[in-house]
């Protein structure tokens, strides 16, 4: 029958417009939903020897084995190279503060996979691994039904006998009646596409939710870091061989610890002048303009606002890189090259 109906020798019975429709509903529910669970997999996890591994200890019904992430072991990296270069080094500590966040950013990048999977992928993957495989199974049958009952209203129409004809009658409308039967339950499983809409909905709702806190918390992570970090404007990590007489753009990047702000090199001639090594031989005090903002890395130093006015001095043993402000009643060491020397 199916042969004859390849080659246009025999007719097909069609299925109704509806059902049609629900068949085209399912085929692309199925493929969209392939698409974007795999794509979901590449962006939780970029990384496709990884992705396969998972996917045989999965297959094995094995846990795969702990390893640290790419912000972990950034993060891990950083710690290292801190206590290496030495935790009271401004460098040191910076690396150091910088690592504690990047393991934070890590395990928070393991949560997001874990809840993802969870309640976004496996959902996906449920539908396309059961429901969809039974939608397959039912339509094959209905095929076969199709198929058989098609053949029998063949046989009738060939029937010459009266005898042949009232058997081959009775063929068909016992056909009929199981492709009916079947027909309906294919019928009913497709409709349950719309339910599946509605409960993927719910699951991308998780799957976005999911996101919102892991970026929340990378967000906040990177705040508190910055605090920790003093904000160096682009001038001072420009080339030290070139003099620029072009403004640069003032834009604050958390680059190093604010005890290590001293510790960069500086292009601007107006920071390290005669002035200052003259404060610092004396015991005398000066007025100086602060140049950018600076946040205080803890209580022994004083937070300064871009162009307001202190007054500054140096102490006994003091670092070089940094001299005492004093703000009406507030004081604090503050780095020199966030200041400029007033007459």
């Known amino acids: 029958?199916?042969?004859?109906?390849?080659?246009g020798q025999a007719e097909k019975t069609e299925l109704d417009a509806h059902l049609e429709n629900l068949l085209s509903k399912a085929e692309c529910t199925k493929l969209w939903t392939e698409k974007i669970m795999k794509q979901t997999e590449v962006l939780l996890q970029p990384n496709p020897n990884a992705r396969i591994e998972e996917f045989v200890y999965e297959k094995l019904d094995r846990k795969a084995p702990s390893r640290m992430n790419n912000p972990e072991l950034l993060g891990q990296y950083m710690i290292d190279a801190g206590n290496e270069f030495g935790p009271g080094t401004a460098y040191g500590n910076a690396l150091i503060k910088c690592g504690e966040t990047q393991k934070r950013i890590g395990t928070a990048d393991r949560e997001l996979i874990q809840t993802s999977a969870i309640n976004f992928l496996t959902?996906?993957?449920?539908f396309i691994e059961g429901d969809y495989k039974t939608i397959t199974k039912e339509r094959k049958l209905l095929q076969n039904k199709r198929l058989d009952l098609d053949a029998a209203k063949t046989r009738l129409k060939k029937a010459k006998v009266a005898e042949a004809r009232a058997a081959s009658e009775q063929e068909v409308r016992?056909?009929?009646?199981?492709?009916?039967?079947?027909?309906?339950?294919?019928?009913?499983l497709l409709e349950g596409i719309s339910s599946t809409h509605a409960h993927h909905l719910r699951c991308?709702?998780?799957?976005?939710?999911?996101?919102?806190?892991?970026?929340?918390q990378c967000y906040q992570y990177m705040l508190d870091l910055q605090k920790q970090l003093g904000s160096f404007p682009s001038t001072f990590l420009s080339n030290n061989n070139q003099s620029s007489t072009t403004p640069v753009q003032s834009v604050a990047t958390p680059s190093v610890l604010a005890s290590a702000s001293a510790s960069l090199p500086s292009v601007s001639n107006s920071v390290v002048t005669s002035g200052i090594?003259?404060?610092?031989?004396?015991?005398?005090s000066r007025k100086a303009r602060v140049l950018y903002d600076y946040d205080a890395a803890n209580s022994s130093e004083l937070s300064l606002l871009a162009d307001e006015v202190i007054t500054v001095y140096s102490i006994p043993g003091m670092d070089s890189d940094w001299l005492m402000g004093e703000r009406g009643n507030q004081k604090g060491?503050?780095?020199?090259?966030?200041?400029?020397?007033l007459n």
Request: no cysteine.
């Open 174 to 188: 016992i056909t009929q009646s199981e492709f009916d039967r079947q027909a309906e339950i294919t019928r009913l």
């Open 1 to 7: 029958q199916f042969t004859e109906e390849k080659l």
């Open 204 to 216: 991308l709702n998780d799957f976005v939710e999911a996101q919102m806190t892991y970026y929340a």
């Open 277 to 284: 090594s003259e404060l610092k031989s004396s015991s005398g």
């Open 333 to 341: 060491k503050v780095p020199i090259t966030y200041l400029e020397l």
């Open 123 to 126: 959902p996906l993957r449920n």
